[in-house]
């Protein structure tokens, strides 16, 4: 029951393994659905989705397969006839002996019924209405009922999907200040550092489990992170619209207090001759000194659209800024700065379907490129960690 719904999901995207997938119907023949499409929505969801991002995937492929169980009409004298219910006592016995239907069952006999049905219904066994022991309507005991009316909310399983509440939460959204923190952290290499013993966390927890769960405490030389970032920005111009964005970038790194050292400089299209830290008053120092501090220890990150002229990196004198004439071309100082610190990428807050330009094709073939976005920045950091090889283009 319900193959074309994992392999609906799969279609849309979502990894659900067979292993998911057999916990979820074991889950069901125990009963924990009870025929009831919103408890199936949450109890698949549950089950099937391993990441908080992949949520509103699964709400647009359950809202879309499901949506047909849910489209038929509830007319007004329907729900005014479920209106003050009567509630009659059933017994456990008689409520034992009810049968449980499944959900194509359950969705089959309730197209029929809202055919069939002319009048209201109390405390029945087979219409819609309130009480009694139908499957259908609110107020009654059946076990895998389908609540119509009443106080559940009123939002059906599909609508809840439909609503995508957690479309904020798609891993191919841009940024927030949180979740870069999130991936930043994940930039560490640990190195033994001198000073008093800690405690070791993961150490403890695995010669615990060894020593049969009995505790087991393990210290040893405090570690820090050996992380030494520089930070790269483009301001202004047609970076203007992704202000924020690297504003968010920008705080969650200068925040950070899990780097050994970090630098940041501002730049304008292109790096040249100058790197600043403050593009306003024009304060800065000369690239080739910031050079100087650098060797292949740091880690480098580039933000930026590489979204300009092509002469600007190809051109002697190519520099966007009139009175500023470079005697190294942009393109030259990109390769210097990838040879003094090749452990570099370059996040672009442009998507990617948009990385046509020739002068973008031209940052690629010197840096990686990722999106600014969740899925961009962890391949990025994965990349940074030695986990994916470095390689341009």
Sequence with gaps: MFVDFLYHLRDTGLKTSSTEWLALMEALAAGHARGDLNTFYHLARCLLVKRESDYDAYDRAFASFFSDLETAELSDELLKWLENPVLPQISDEDRAKLKAFDLDELAERFRQLLEEQ????????RWIGTGGTSPFGHGGAHPSGVQVGGGGGGRTAVQVAGARRYENLRSDRVLDTRQISVALRRLKKLDRDEGPEELQLDETIDASARNAGEIELV???PRRNRVKL????DVGGSMDPYTLLSERLFSAAHAANHFKKFEYRFFH????ERLYTDMRTWQGEPTIDVLKRLDPT?????????????????????AID???RNIITGIQWLHRIRQRVP?????????????????IKLVKSV??????????LTEAVDVLRGRRPNRAG
């Design 219 to 221: 210290f040893g030389p």
């Design 367 to 376: 840096y990686p490129m990722y999106e600014l976005t969740i899925d961009g």
């Design 298 to 318: 740091w880690t480098l990150v580039f933000v930026g659209d590489a979204w300009m002229a092509p002469t600007e990196l190809t051109h002697v004198g190519g």
């Design 343 to 359: 452990n570099s990428v370059w996040l672009n807050p442009e998507p990617k379907r948009r990385w046509t330009a020739p002068s």
């Design 230 to 233: 520089l930070l790269l920005m």
């Design 269 to 272: 299209n292109c790096p040249y």
């Design 322 to 324: 009139f009175d500023h």
């Design 118 to 125: 002319k009048e209201r219904h109390d405390g029945g066994n």
